[in-house]
């Protein structure tokens, strides 16, 4: 599928490939979450435009969040994170607390497989580029203490915007292409098969 195409698909299909490894390349848009100021309660979407420098109607997009100096244009967090810190501590910050855009379900707690490739989500072409580990201000805002420990090693990921689009709730999030390394790895197998 050329890029810029809409992904299709639907949240059914949520986790039923997987890659050259056990890493699974189809998910799903579990919610959407925007704080239109630094420091304001989180509003959970149902869709969002996503613009070439960020999510329409957050924070970080008009230049007002928290850590601007090291904003990423859109956060994406693991359902199955939120719902192991859940389980682990009794914190439920389902309601957007967590402070992260996009809730992705179906790629694991620490979304491994996402990070570095690029990554079709809704209409939108994403690109995680670097773990965005949990700070203590979250828990400030979310009123949570211990919150930020919680999501250690399962914050969420920062992620360049490769092509803006819209995003609902229930869309398909599917790998369009493995990060580079796997890429090579995954080529190196087949030729060494080949031998």
Same mark, same amino acid.
């Given at each position: 599928?050329?890029?810029?195409?809409?992904?299709?698909?639907?949240?059914?299909?949520?986790?039923?490939?997987?890659?050259?490894?056990?890493?699974?390349?189809?998910?799903?848009?579990?919610?959407?979450?925007?704080?239109?100021?630094?420091?304001?309660?989180?509003?959970?979407?149902?869709?969002?435009?996503?613009?070439?420098?960020?999510?329409?109607?957050?924070?970080?997009?008009?230049?007002?969040?928290?850590?601007?100096?090291?904003?990423?244009?859109?956060?994406?967090?693991?359902?199955?994170?939120?719902?192991?810190?859940?389980?682990?501590?009794?914190?439920?910050?389902?309601?957007?607390?967590?402070?992260?855009?996009?809730?992705?379900?179906?790629? /694991?707690?620490?979304? $491994?497989?996402?990070?570095?490739?690029? &990554? *079709? @989500? !809704? %209409? =939108?072409?994403?690109?995680?580029?670097?773990?965005?580990?949990?700070?203590?201000?979250?828990?400030?805002?979310?009123?949570?203490?211990?919150?930020?420990?919680?999501?250690?090693?399962?914050? /969420?990921?920062?992620? $360049?915007?490769?092509?803006?689009?819209? &995003? *609902? @709730? !229930? %869309? =398909?999030?599917?790998?369009?292409?493995?990060?580079?390394?796997?890429?090579?790895?995954?080529?190196?197998?087949?030729?060494?098969?080949?031998?």
């Amino acid at each position: 599928m050329p890029p810029g195409e809409p992904s299709g698909g639907s949240a059914d299909d949520a986790g039923s490939a997987t890659g050259a490894g056990t890493e699974p390349t189809t998910g799903a848009v579990d919610a959407l979450v925007t704080a239109p100021e630094s420091g304001a309660l989180p509003v959970r979407r149902d869709a969002v435009e996503i613009r070439p420098d960020g999510v329409a109607g957050d924070r970080y997009r008009s230049g007002d969040g928290h850590f601007q100096l090291d904003a990423c244009a859109v956060t994406l967090v693991a359902a199955e994170a939120l719902a192991a810190v859940r389980e682990e501590t009794g914190i439920d910050v389902r309601d957007g607390r967590h402070r992260r855009n996009v809730v992705v379900d179906g790629f /694991g707690a620490e979304m $491994d497989a996402l990070l570095d490739a690029t &990554v *079709a @989500v !809704g %209409d =939108a072409l994403l690109r995680p580029t670097r773990r965005r580990p949990p700070c203590a201000h979250v828990e400030e805002i979310a009123g949570e203490a211990g919150l930020a420990s919680a999501l250690r090693n399962r914050g /969420g990921l920062c992620c $360049d915007v490769v092509e803006p689009g819209r &995003v *609902a @709730v !229930g %869309d =398909a999030v599917r790998i369009r292409e493995a990060d580079p390394r796997t890429a090579g790895a995954a080529i190196a197998e087949r030729l060494a098969d080949r031998e």
